[in-house]
């Protein structure tokens, strides 16, 4: 009689669900995994090395390309090390800017995740909604910064530059003309805070349209009601955080537990899961962009009624303007240090962390008084969820892997760094 053993096989790094390049070797006992095995490193691109040999601002860029769905999350960790050791603090109206694009970043991010999830899962539609309300805000991010993507707007100090008096406008085309244009282009009539502010009112019924195609859908509960049940006890054990730890009951967010930027000020809710399930997990996201809108409108508010600079007016750290340079020989000297060999930074190590749309950011930063740092060490949520696949995937079938992937919301620029 022939013997039945276990067979191995690859998960990614083609497979679409992979969500970029995770290999997972899988040990499978019919269609039940009986042993997951992560092998990651297939994205390294020694971004912390290269940040030994760059002056400080120059390797702001390389922040926004670890977490490639939420940018300038990840450059507000950076940024805010690199504030701690100079000693310095953004003005107010900076910090309120900083506070409202990370809350953009999040539900960039928790789109993406939202339909891209619903596609490995089988439900395509949702996809197409997501990325209709993601290209709004990716105009929002192009208009501050003049990049789709990798902004590289935040700065130490503050944001690079205010906030523009107007928003790009559809031009006409065979496919936008006529009443349709006229549609396109209502929101993009006045300054960039009255098109959030239009995008504010209306996102929440965008969501609605999300949770009535998944909420209540019968397959999609099947899918995910009481896969990739995480206690309270093993999400701390692997050091989760983000919604992974919230959608297990834990309230921990850095939002609310250690404020930074103007948190403190904002009026927010936690959304917390009970069950610890990819189904919760969903829910927490969801409830998640409800929240950050809330916070969004705040923002606006707060910044139409009060403008003011957006950084600080130290020549030391923050190059003089253009007009300033060519008529004043001082500010001319200080133009020419600053981009000959930027500035240094006060001998010292700090660790400064930022609550991610995946979970805890942090960055931890070590200077030994020169121009570019001594050390930089990223801490990607991701990588620390990525470890507990093979504990938690156990005894499921191969197609909940796929939705447990899904959950973690992996994105292998920060996991491989």
């Known amino acids: 009689m022939q013997e039945i053993r276990n067979y191995t096989m690859n998960f990614g790094p083609q497979h679409p669900a992979a969500h970029g390049v995770l290999r997972l070797v899988l040990e499978m006992d019919g269609e039940t995994v009986v042993r997951a095995d992560p092998h990651v490193g297939l994205l390294h691109r020694g971004t912390e090395k290269l940040a030994e040999s760059k002056p400080f601002n120059q390797s702001i860029g390389y922040m926004d390309r670890l977490d490639y769905v939420s940018m ?43 339909g891209s999830n619903a596609l490995d899962l089988g439900a395509m539609g949702v996809f197409l909604y997501a990325f209709r309300e993601r290209e709004e805000l990716m105009d929002v991010y192009e208009a501050v910064s003049g ?19 107007h928003m790009s406008q559809y031009r006409e085309s065979p496919w936008h003309k006529g009443k349709d244009l006229k549609r396109f282009n209502s929101w993009r009539e006045g300054t960039m805070l009255d098109f959030i502010d239009a995008f504010t009112q209306d996102f929440p019924h965008k969501v609605d349209e999300y949770e009535e195609l998944l909420t209540e859908n019968r397959i999609w509960k099947q899918r995910t009601v009481g ?72 923002c606006v508010e707060w910044l139409r009624a009060n403008p003011g600079p957006v950084m600080v007016k130290n020549y030391k750290v923050v190059p003089p303007s253009r007009m300033e340079m060519k008529e004043d020989m001082e500010a001319l000297i200080y133009h020419f240090k600053l981009f000959s060999e930027a500035y240094c930074v006060p001998a010292g190590e700090t660790y400064a962390a930022v609550e991610a749309p995946k979970g805890e950011f942090g960055c931890y930063l070590v200077s030994d008084g020169a121009n570019k740092p001594f050390r930089l060490h990223c801490r990607a949520p991701g990588f620390a969820h990525l470890s507990s696949m093979d504990t938690v995937v156990r005894g499921h079938m191969l197609a909940d892997v796929v939705a447990m992937i899904g959950t973690y919301d992996l994105v292998f620029g920060e996991v491989d760094r």
């Not at 950076?78 to 100079?86: D, F, G, N, Q, S």
């Not at 990049?147 to 008096?165: E, Q």
């Not at 609310?256 to 899961?273: C, H, L, R, S, T």
């Open 72 to 114: 300038m999350c990840n450059e507000h960790a950076y940024v805010r090390a690199i504030e701690t050791l100079l000693g310095i603090e953004a003005p107010p109206r900076a910090q309120y800017i900083r506070t409202m694009f990370d809350e953009i970043t999040r539900i960039l991010n928790h789109l993406m995740w939202l």
């Open 147 to 165: 990049a789709r993507m990798h902004a590289t707007y935040y700065r130490p100090g503050g944001v690079y530059r205010d906030l523009p008096d």
């Open 227 to 298: 896969i990739g049940v995480i206690s309270p006890e093993l999400a701390q054990q692997w050091s989760m955080s983000g919604v992974m730890l919230r959608g297990s009951g834990i309230e921990w967010d850095l939002r609310k537990k250690q404020p930074y930027a103007k948190y403190a000020e904002m009026d927010f809710d936690i959304p917390v899961g009970t069950h610890g399930d990819c189904y919760d997990r969903y829910l927490v996201r969801v409830a998640e962009m409800r929240q950050s809108n809330r916070i969004i409108r705040q």
